[in-house]
């Protein structure tokens, strides 16, 4: 018997150290895996809590500052295809400061590696953009796993009435498309 009650406390401990270091890793393979960033802090308010999602959220965000950095230098295609969206959204001589950015995280329909490569483009270095990116993701990250714990006070009805109205939404406003071939997606 004490075998089993043994096991089951290793299990217990254990699983509370896996699923941090499992949702730090979502946030490091969110972009491969094309899952919006609010959707994941506000995940962490709804498993972890207020306080420990928003630390976990910004050590899994600055994971995906870190890996963009890194493919940033590695993959020049990244920088060429964020440099052309870049072009076609901000005037080339208006100069966008870190604050702008922290407020422009905020926003869920901007493009978060385009922010980003807003951050590369104005760091001189590894360490400058980490520190520049850990200052514009303290917003977002409080603001929506924040909203993630108040939507555990929600009656279950609630929720399940808002996880319906979502759904049906995406399926409303999703763009409708033919074939097309990679170039013109790429484009």
């Known amino acids: 018997m004490e075998d089993i009650e043994y096991y089951v406390g290793f299990l217990t401990n254990t699983h509370l150290m896996i699923a941090p270091?499992?949702?730090?890793?979502?946030?490091?393979?969110?972009?491969?895996?094309?899952?919006?960033?609010?959707?994941?802090?506000?995940?962490?308010?709804?498993?972890?809590?207020?306080?420990?999602?928003?630390?976990?959220?910004i050590i899994g965000l600055l994971l995906s500052s870190s890996l963009f950095?890194?493919?940033?230098?590695?993959?020049?295609?990244?920088?060429?295809?964020?440099?052309?969206?870049?072009?076609?959204?901000?005037?080339?001589?208006?100069?966008i400061t870190t604050s702008q950015i922290m407020i422009l995280r905020m926003f869920p329909f901007i493009n978060y590696h385009l922010l980003s490569f807003?951050?590369?483009?104005?760091?001189?270095?590894?360490?400058?953009?980490?520190?520049?990116?850990?200052?514009?993701?303290?917003?977002?990250?409080?603001?929506y796993t924040s909203?993630?714990?108040?939507?555990?006070?929600?009656?279950?009805?609630v929720s399940l009435g808002l996880l319906v109205g979502l759904v049906g939404l995406l399926f409303v406003v999703r763009k409708k498309t033919d074939n097309i071939t990679v170039e013109e997606f790429l484009r």
């Open 118 to 143: 807003l951050i590369y483009e104005s760091s001189e270095d590894f360490r400058t953009y980490m520190i520049s990116s850990f200052y514009t993701i303290i917003p977002m990250a409080v603001v």
């Open 147 to 157: 909203i993630g714990q108040t939507v555990t006070s929600f009656p279950p009805i």
């Open 69 to 95: 950095f890194y493919f940033a230098e590695k993959i020049p295609f990244i920088t060429k295809r964020l440099s052309k969206m870049k072009d076609k959204i901000i005037n080339r001589d208006t100069p």
């Open 21 to 57: 270091i499992l949702f730090i890793l979502l946030h490091g393979l969110r972009s491969i895996l094309l899952i919006p960033v609010i959707v994941i802090c506000i995940a962490g308010g709804l498993i972890f809590g207020v306080i420990p999602g928003i630390i976990l959220s």
